[in-house]
T-cell receptor, first 110, second 114 residues
């Protein structure tokens, strides 16, 4: 059983469309991070959410942490080809050991 | 400021051989961690080093080992390679050992075992 389940696994959309990807767990976590990994590169941190119900915005990206701190979502408005990549949610276990979700592979078609 | 540097970027090894991958963290960073990324299992934690000491270890067999030098540079070694070890190996560094630090990943080393 995966600690962090992400959905959908794959997503292919046209430029300009909106999309939402999800990260769910059966456990409560104290904080959650979202990363984007572009082809041929390592993951890059986008945001950390800490408080239940928290909403953070990063340009066209909106991150939400569920009230019960067991789920999170990432919404992208007016997707662009530059948004293409693998989106990963992650939680810190101890020290700098992170547990990563299964990932959502997003392709934005021009 | 240079990012996390991993070498080599690509390599091909034969089953049964061993391989050593190198990671130079961002200058001033003392914590280095290693991850394995495969299509089937995703991104999985291998181990973390801080001040030359292994702090945490993931659920991987003993064939996977690592070390950290006094200048914070790190190496990981995989012995008796198996086909399933083919993966992207990512190194990441953070400034210190505590939580709350942002983790920075390198571009990874692509290992293919044939």
């Amino acid at each position: 059983t995966q600690l962090l389940e992400q959905s959908p696994q794959f997503l292919s959309i046209q430029e300009g469309e909106n999309l939402t990807v999800y990260c769910n767990s059966s456990s409560v976590f104290s904080s959650l991070q979202w990363y984007r990994q572009e082809p041929g590169e390592g993951p890059v941190l986008l945001v950390t959410v800490v408080t239940g119900g928290e909403v953070k915005k990063l340009k066209r990206l909106t991150f939400q942490f569920g009230d019960a701190r067991k789920d999170s979502s990432l919404h992208i408005t007016a997707a662009q080809p530059g948004d293409t990549g693998l989106y990963l949610c992650a939680l810190r276990r101890t020290g700098n050991q992170f547990y990563f979700g299964t990932g959502t592979s997003l392709t934005v078609i021009p | 400021k240079a990012g996390v540097t991993q070498t080599p970027r690509y390599l091909i090894k034969t089953r049964g051989q061993q391989v050593t991958l190198s990671c130079s963290p961002i200058s001033g960073h003392r914590s280095v961690s290693w991850y394995q990324q495969t299509p089937g299992q995703g991104l999985q934690f291998l181990f973390e080093y801080f001040s030359e000491t292994q702090r945490n270890k993931g659920n991987f067999p003993g064939r996977f080992s690592g070390r950290q030098f006094s200048n914070s540079r790190s190496e990981m070694n995989v012995s008796t390679l198996e086909l399933g070890d083919s993966a992207l190996y990512l190194c990441a560094s953070t400034p210190g050992g505590g939580s709350g630090n942002t983790i920075y990943f390198g571009e990874g080393s692509w290992l293919t075992v044939v």
